[in-house]
């Protein structure tokens, strides 16, 4: 029999049922005719399993969410689990009260400026230099996606532009480096920070006329964070109320 946009087959037990229909004439999307065929149709819970959280705690952290789902995808097949899903993944993870974001051998740019202590506006500028940047991993390949620095990039960063190095936290270094020897030439070479890379922009609030010597300058003077007025610059959007332009 023919399907109309008011019946449906159950897809339990096959009887014809009507379906609602929404606003606009969307129908409803019900697969099931009752309650009992509804719950028939549910996929069986997988439990967790010890050796699956065993498994999640040894090696929690190490990496991407979508890196650490296929690892673990891998493992699971080949010890005869089933395979999971990045969100249920995901939600094991925060149960067990650790983050998704990895903390070896991958790096945030406020990890590095923590190590280094290092401005974070520093680093993300090493993203745009024109000569051997600082490369970034970016997670999922989605734009805006949160953005990682793994050691092998920040080591061929190291050995393109020691100089942007200088006068960084030694301990943090050598971790990075993995290299106590390499980190001491770089800071024996460079033992100061380098003059800055970019020019601060000057900006003037439109509606006070109030030119001031930096976007951080601005933003202090209104008690937001530099980005925030950056933002206004290049958008031409308000912060607090005020409109900002670059001179």
Not at 28 to 52: G, I
Not at 64 to 72: C, E, I, K, V, Y
Not at 103 to 111: A, C, L, N, V
Not at 208 to 229: E, F, M, N, W
Request: glycine share 6%; net charge positive.
């Amino acid at each position: 029999m023919k399907l109309t946009q008011y019946t449906r087959p159950c897809a339990v037990c096959g009887t014809r049922f009507d379906i609602k229909i929404k606003r606009n004439g969307r129908p409803s999307t019900r697969k099931t005719c009752s309650k009992e065929c509804s719950v028939a149709r549910r996929v069986a819970p997988n439990p967790w399993k010890q050796e699956e959280v065993d498994w999640l705690l040894e090696n929690i952290q190490s990496r991407p969410l979508s890196q650490f789902l296929r690892a673990f995808n891998a493992w699971a097949a080949m010890n005869g689990y089933k395979t999971r899903t990045k969100n249920s993944l995901d939600k094991k993870i925060r149960a067990l009260g650790y983050s998704t974001r990895p903390t070896i051998e991958y790096y945030s740019p406020m990890r590095l400026s923590q190590m280094l202590k290092i401005p974070r506006d520093t680093i993300h500028g090493w993203k745009k230099l024109k000569k051997h940047p600082l490369e970034t991993y970016q997670h999922d390949h989605k734009y805006k996606a949160f953005n990682y620095v793994t050691g092998k990039q920040f080591k061929d960063f190291a050995r393109h532009h020691p100089e942007c190095l200088g006068g960084a936290d030694e301990i943090g270094l050598q971790i990075l480096l993995e290299d106590s020897r390499w980190a001491k030439e770089i800071l024996r070479a460079y033992p100061n920070r380098p003059a800055k890379m970019f020019p601060s922009m000057r900006v003037r609030c439109i509606d006070t006329g109030k030119i001031y010597p930096s976007l951080g300058a601005a933003a202090r003077d209104i008690h937001v964070v530099r980005q925030c007025v950056a933002r206004a610059v290049h958008n031409g959007s308000k912060v607090c109320g005020l409109r900002f332009e670059a001179v």
